[in-house]
Antibody, heavy 119, light 105 residues
């Protein structure tokens, strides 16, 4: 069965960086893109960007452009999201999600990784 | 950039009642690219509807989606206790609406 398993919770200081991983299993990794979505406490869902697991092409949301880098390692079927220059308002649960339907929707989600930014 | 506006923000209903949730796009979008998700507290979102009206695998038939252009609707015909959650619409794997919370009245 399809699974996306993310790395664990992190606590970071303002200005630091965090790298969250998302290990996929149960399907052919290069056949489906991966997106990253975050959710601040008590808030809605925010799309952060997308990476093609086939060729590494990326597209980032304007809000995090310049601070985020999404990568993949096809040898381990793992996607990564690195966010730099962390601020307190980056505190959120970060989800990876598989793109289905030719990129139209997210058919599988990771369990989420809480990133807390605090001095 | 497409902006999705969901209404109402909160819907207070009793089990067995019908729920009607709205998602309005800032410009016309293809219904093929409109999806709905359900999120329960402490859980990741789950795909509910894709292509505006197709139910995801395993989702009960009391959930239905409709609409086209700029106006889309998610209907829950008879609310079950497990349906009380937050629902989000999304366009083309990117922009999300702000969500509608369906709470027990």
């Amino acid at each position: 069965q399809v699974q996306l398993v993310q790395s664990g919770a992190e606590v970071k200081k303002p200005g630091a960086s965090v790298k969250v991983s998302c290990k996929a299993s149960g399907y052919t990794f290069p056949s489906y893109g991966i997106s990253w979505v975050r959710q601040a406490p008590g808030q809605g869902l925010e799309w952060m960007g997308w990476i093609s697991t086939y060729n590494g092409n990326t597209n980032y949301a304007q809000k995090v452009q310049g601070r985020v880098t999404m990568t993949t390692d096809t040898s381990t079927s793992t996607a990564y999201m690195e966010l730099r220059s962390l601020r307190s308002d980056d505190t959120a649960v970060y989800y990876c999600a598989r793109l289905g339907g030719g990129g139209s929707y997210f058919d599988y989600w990771g369990q989420g990784a809480l990133v807390t930014v605090s001095s | 950039e497409i902006v999705l506006t969901q209404s109402p923000g909160t819907l207070s209903l009793s089990p067995g009642e019908r729920a009607t949730l709205s998602c309005r796009a800032s410009q016309s979008v293809s219904s093929s690219h409109l999806a709905w998700y359900q999120q329960k507290p402490g859980q990741a979102p789950r795909l509910l509807i894709y292509g505006a009206s197709s139910r995801a695998t395993g989702m009960p038939d009391r959930f239905s989606g409709s609409g086209s252009g700029t106006d889309f609707t998610l209907t829950i015909s008879r609310l079950e206790p497990e349906d009380f959650a937050v629902y989000y619409c999304q366009h083309y794997g990117r922009a999300f609406g702000g969500g509608t919370k369906v709470e027990i009245k």
